[in-house]
């Protein structure tokens, strides 16, 4: 059964489409991301899926309910998620534990307040007051805050921006922890590099529209497009692109009776492959 | 599956953390508290006149600043802390979960109740000691304070809660509350006699609760003589009351209707 079910989603502000048709459907248990530039619409997506927006039109289901909604059954879809917004900087005069603990008091079947502070690896700073973190420690809590209520479904919404690298393969752990766990995952990043560590499946949105829906792996076709082969003969490089690179190299060893000079057999990179589709969605040659 | 906490019970936590919260603003404290007293001072100290028999200024000042008191830490401290939990994200964190706005409320109303009470003590404490202020003895006048106490506090915390939405920023908020409350205090008899302000302030001030606060705890700590000094040479409890409700109702349907947890 898919968590989010969403239909030909629209919402502008003014004269500015933010979501422009967008379509989803996500899987339980999946980490599914939603990468792009910046403005390209995928915090309004998001929060349109946690209820904090309306949208103009289209369909949406999360976990079968309408998330915009604000009657009977509004409480208990949100105590179903949990969501981890851009970076905030509230409630910086309680300590890591007491934060932690209160929010455990608005949810039905809350997790272990101090095993969750172990989670995000707060344990040693469970007696500092929250405006004394770091930034990629106060990340941590935000995420804390997030799955204290023990969600079927958590929103991470461009949770490492200004990590460091190691701060960010750490944060990384922790998600999958949380996915090894069985909870459905949703996360916006601009960090493709995040993307294709971390998600299942990824969506690049570019101007409010969905580009292309797929794996890291497959995404633009990455799996099957042509290989580059290179080399070099009297002097100059040479460039062939070919879906069967192997037959190329066979027909070069022919030619060179020794080494082939300054081989090279390529596929695309994530980074071409994403650069290409956001630079033919705008209309750039690049 | 569990049920989720009663709305009461999820308010209670809210009130508890927020007094928590207030307590470690140390410059927060200190200002709403204190400085209420620290006025007290230097008025008592100017102005040592009798305004009429029997009844020095600094005791009618008293009662002025119980009631700006109540403003300070209900309409104002809601008007400016309010704007600031919608920029830094606060409200909108808690609007992501199952706690309803109602708990919220209740929260910060435990808070500034319990300000309000802290500081009507202080004030009080201060007033018997330094100003020859006298407790009355009639457990009617008691009443009569609690029931201000209560109406004066719900007014001051709804109202604070409803303008919270005219200030554009946290940052701004203060610049826009603060001379709201500056002028009340002027127009409402805090600062002056109320009887020697020009007619069209008195009138004025008799649209907003912050007068009808003033002669109200006139009413429970002045002698009973005084009355007579008043505008309608009588306290006017029973409108006095009216007056308060109303406008704690008010304030409670206009947060009620406006009340926004981020700005969209």
């Not at chain 1, 989670?119 to 007051?129: E, V």
């Not at chain 2, 202020?133 to 009569?144: A, D, E, G, Q």
Request: glycine share 10%; net charge neutral.
């Amino acid at each position: 059964m898919s968590v989010i079910e969403v239909r030909n989603l629209h919402k502008n502000y003014g004269p500015l489409q933010a979501v422009d048709g967008v379509d989803l459907t996500i899987e339980r248990g999946e980490i599914f991301a939603i990468l792009g530039p910046n403005g390209a619409g995928k915090t309004t997506t998001v929060e349109i899926l946690e209820g904090f927006r309306t949208r103009n039109s289209g369909e949406v289901k999360v976990l079968d309910f309408d998330p915009q909604f604000k009657g009977k059954g509004a409480r208990d879809f949100r105590d179903r998620i949990g969501i981890v917004l851009q970076a905030t900087s509230d409630a910086g005069d309680l300590t890591v534990a007491e934060t932690i603990h209160h929010y455990a008091g608005y949810y039905s079947d809350p997790r272990d307040a101090n095993e969750v502070i172990d989670a995000i690896g707060l344990g040693d700073k469970k007696k500092d007051l929250v405006h004394t973190l770091s930034g990629g420690q106060r990340r941590r809590l935000d995420v804390g805050l997030g799955i204290i209520g023990n969600p079927e479904l958590l929103f991470l919404d461009e949770p490492t921006t200004g990590f460091d690298p190691e701060a960010r393969h750490d944060f990384w752990d922790l998600i999958r922890g949380l996915r090894d766990l069985g909870t459905t995952i949703v996360l916006t990043t601009h960090y493709l590099e995040e993307a294709e560590a971390l998600a299942d499946r990824v969506a690049v949105i570019n101007k409010g529209k969905i580009l292309e829906i797929g794996t890291p792996a497959n995404l633009g076709d990455r799996a099957t497009s042509l290989a580059r082969v290179q080399w070099e003969s009297a002097g100059t490089m040479h460039e062939q692109f070919t879906d069967k690179p192997t037959a190329v190299i066979a027909k070069l060893m022919h030619e060179f009776t020794d080494e082939i000079p300054k081989l090279t057999v390529s596929r695309a990179t994530l980074e071409d492959i994403y650069l290409q589709m956001i630079g033919e969605a705008t209309g750039d040659t690049k | 599956m569990n049920k989720l906490p009663s709305t009461v019970k999820m308010g209670w936590r809210r009130g508890k953390i927020e007094i928590r919260q207030f307590l470690r603003q140390r410059e927060s404290v200190v200002f709403t508290l204190l400085f209420p007293l620290i006025l007290m001072a230097i008025f008592g100290s100017v102005f040592k006149g009798e305004i009429a028999h029997g009844v020095k200024f600094s005791q009618y000042f008293l009662a002025g600043m119980i009631a700006s008191g109540m403003i300070n830490s209900g309409f104002q401290q809601l008007a400016i802390n309010i704007p600031m939990e919608r920029d830094d994200g606060s409200l909108k964190r808690l609007r992501g979960t199952p706690m309803p706005a109602t708990s919220y409320f209740i929260g910060k109303l435990i808070m500034v109740l319990a300000s309000i009470t802290f500081q009507v003590i202080l004030l009080l404490i201060g007033g018997v000691l330094f100003f020859g202020v006298h407790l009355p003895t009639s457990p009617n006048k008691w009443f009569i304070f609690s029931l201000i106490m209560i109406l004066g506090t719900g007014g001051s915390a709804s109202l604070g809660v409803a303008f919270s939405i005219v200030p554009k920023s946290g940052r701004g908020a203060s610049a826009i509350v603060t001379p709201v409350i500056i002028i009340m205090q002027f127009f409402s008899g805090v600062f002056f006699v109320f009887t020697q302000l020009p007619k069209w302030m008195q009138d004025f001030a008799s649209v907003f609760p912050l007068k009808w606060l003033c002669q109200g705890i006139r009413s429970v700590f002045l002698p009973d003589a005084f009355a007579q000094s008043e505008v309608a040479h009588s306290w006017e409890t029973g409108r006095i009351l009216l007056v308060l409700a109303i406008w704690f109702i008010v304030g409670l349907v206009i947060s009620i209707r406006t009340f926004k947890w981020n700005r969209e």
